[in-house]
């Protein structure tokens, strides 16, 4: 059971297997925040817990199997009144790699998106943009190079 806290103060206990996704918002109001399905349809609460220890809590409960973390990129809107104006700011979630039901490269994005990922976190597919490279999210540095496929042996001649 993860005791977490909302960021109105209130006590949240939840099992670790029905989180969904941890997340730090892109708009920096609260510290985290996390989707979950106690069986009554997903639910997002925002959290005053801090990101790190909230991702720690459920990796170390197995609350996710092959979890993935991006780098989200979204819009938010900043300032108030006639000054407020929407701009891309960055975050941060973490799910289980077996959300993910495609992926598509994004090149030369001036907003720093490198890639879509259609992810079904509520139950329908939604895309997430994400500041990751398809070779960073798959674990791959710049510099690695791929395996060469192994060469084929002759087999030897029967009866020898």
Do not use: W
Not at 11 to 28: K, N, S
Not at 148 to 160: D, F, R, V
Request: net charge negative; aromatic share 4%.
């Amino acid at each position: 059971m993860l005791h977490l806290k909302t960021a109105a103060g209130e006590r949240l206990e939840i099992p670790a297997g029905c989180i969904i996704a941890v997340m730090r918002p892109c708009d920096g109001i609260n510290p985290s925040a996390i989707m979950y399905d106690m069986g009554a349809g997903p639910a997002v609460d925002q959290l005053s817990d801090q990101y790190g220890f909230v991702k720690k809590t459920v990796l170390d409960a197995g609350g996710m199997i092959n979890p993935i973390e991006v780098k989200i990129i979204e819009a938010v809107l900043v300032g108030e009144g006639e000054e407020a104006a929407t701009v891309l700011q960055q975050g941060r979630m973490i799910f289980a790699r077996s959300r993910i039901e495609g992926r598509r490269e994004v090149l030369d994005d001036p907003n720093g998106i490198h890639a879509g990922l259609f992810v079904n976190l509520t139950g329908q597919t939604m895309r997430i943009n994400v500041a990751d490279t398809l070779d960073e999210l798959d674990g791959l540095e710049a510099g690695d190079v791929p395996i060469t496929p192994p060469i084929p042996m002759p087999l030897p001649p029967e009866g020898a």
